[in-house]
């Protein structure tokens, strides 16, 4: 079983950055692919970004692709999405997710633990 607790998130101007932080439970961190998924009011959870177990290779949706910077840190049991340039269309629920394994997929239903969410708001 693997607990995921989200934070960083808030309310932030156009152009701003924000750090959200997911810190996992058990000891077995870095077999594990994580990932961030968002969801708008009244839109389907949308995948954002993820980065590979150990090796720690990223990969992002288009639309945050040099804007947003996923990465992971196994010694402290962490993923991170550094969110910068940050746009009125982001505004939305982050959750942080995982699987065991190497997974390439931006399926929801592919993910098996989740985190409960953290608010992220960008004013215009």
């Known amino acids: 079983q693997v607990q995921l607790v989200e934070s960083g998130g808030g309310l932030v101007q156009a152009g701003g950055s924000l750090r959200l932080s997911c810190v996992a439970s058990g000891r077995t961190f870095s077999g594990y692919t994580m990932a961030w998924f968002r969801q708008a009011p009244g839109k389907e959870r949308e995948f954002v970004a993820r980065?590979?177990?150990?090796?720690?290779?990223?990969d992002y949706q288009g639309s945050v692709k040099g804007r947003f910077t996923i990465s992971r840190d196994n010694a402290k049991n962490t993923v991170y999405l550094q969110m910068n340039s940050l746009k009125p269309e982001d505004t939305a629920v982050y959750s942080c997710?995982?699987?065991?394994?190497?997974?390439?997929?931006?399926?929801?239903?592919?993910?098996?633990?989740w985190g409960q969410g953290t608010q992220v708001t960008v004013s215009s």
């Open positions: 997710a995982a699987r065991y394994g190497s997974l390439f997929s931006v399926r929801f239903s592919d993910y098996t633990y």
């Open positions: 980065v590979t177990p150990s090796s720690g290779i990223p």
